[in-house]
């Protein structure tokens, strides 16, 4: 079960659902497609497509990211942590940076992302931020792990208390600190995100 992914075990679930219903032909079609959403193999094939020549050809790590709105791409990218000298130019969050730009916003309504791989903990952020309708991903973060890029030590140290962790969190409030925040809340002209 665990090789399938999310995606197959709705298909799965699709398909016994439809093994006991009375009619066959275009209800099995319609929930086969409610379980896909908007689903296209050839926009992950963009994705798992960029993360190769990526690495082929030396230009960043093995990942790729599409973003795609109305079933077109709206921007794709790498990951160029090693090019960039930048360790938050992972594939996701380039191409979210691209397509917010793409599209003159900084939130991705109506979109959907698609990547090479589970999203990495800042990814995931990230995307969360952006609020994509969804994301579909090819390779799990047992398979990154298994790759050399193994995520799971920054789960188990955001669960730490801040000063037990690897690289310590240490709250130093300072007088003056916090009035940004009551700035913020009481800016009528803001604009939210």
Same mark, same amino acid.
């Given at each position: 079960?665990?090789?399938?992914?999310k995606?197959g075990v709705?298909?799965?679930?699709?398909?016994?659902?439809s093994?006991f219903s009375?009619d066959?032909g275009?209800?099995? *079609?319609?929930?086969?497609?409610?379980?896909?959403?908007?689903?296209?193999?050839?926009f992950m094939?963009?994705?798992i497509r960029?993360?190769?020549?990526n690495v082929?050809?030396? $230009?960043?790590?093995?990942?790729g990211a599409? +973003?795609v709105?109305?079933? @077109? +791409?709206?921007?794709?990218?790498?990951n160029?942590?090693t090019?960039d000298n930048?360790?938050?130019?992972h594939a /996701?969050?380039?191409?979210i940076?691209k397509?917010c730009?793409?599209?003159?916003s900084f939130?991705? $309504?109506?979109?959907?992302?698609? $990547?090479s791989?589970e999203?990495?903990?800042?990814c995931?952020g990230a995307?969360?931020?952006?609020?994509?309708?969804r994301?579909?991903y090819?390779? $799990?973060k /047992?398979d990154?792990?298994d790759?050399?890029?193994?995520d799971?030590?920054?789960?188990?140290?955001?669960?730490? @208390? /801040?000063?037990?962790?690897?690289?310590?969190f240490l709250n130093?409030? *300072?007088e003056?600190?916090?009035?940004e925040?009551?700035?913020?809340?009481?800016? *009528?002209?803001?604009?939210?995100y």
């Open positions: 079960m665990k090789t399938w992914g995606m709705a298909l799965c679930c699709v398909c016994l659902l093994a009375g066959k275009q209800k099995d *079609e319609e929930e086969k497609e409610a379980a896909n959403h908007s689903y296209n193999p050839k094939q963009e994705a960029i993360a190769v020549e082929k050809n030396g $230009t960043g790590g093995p990942f599409v +973003v709105k109305d079933g @077109k +791409v709206i921007a794709s990218s790498g160029t942590v090019p930048d360790p938050t130019a /996701e969050v380039n191409a940076r397509a730009k793409a599209l003159g939130q991705l $309504t109506g979109c959907e992302v698609y $990547t791989c999203p990495c903990p800042m995931l995307i969360y931020w952006a609020r994509p309708e994301v579909y090819a390779c $799990t /047992e990154a792990a790759g050399g890029f193994d799971s030590f920054i789960y188990k140290e955001i669960a730490l @208390k /801040e000063a037990e962790r690897s690289i310590p130093q409030r *300072e003056g600190a916090g009035e925040f009551r700035l913020w809340k009481e800016k *009528e002209d803001k604009v939210e």
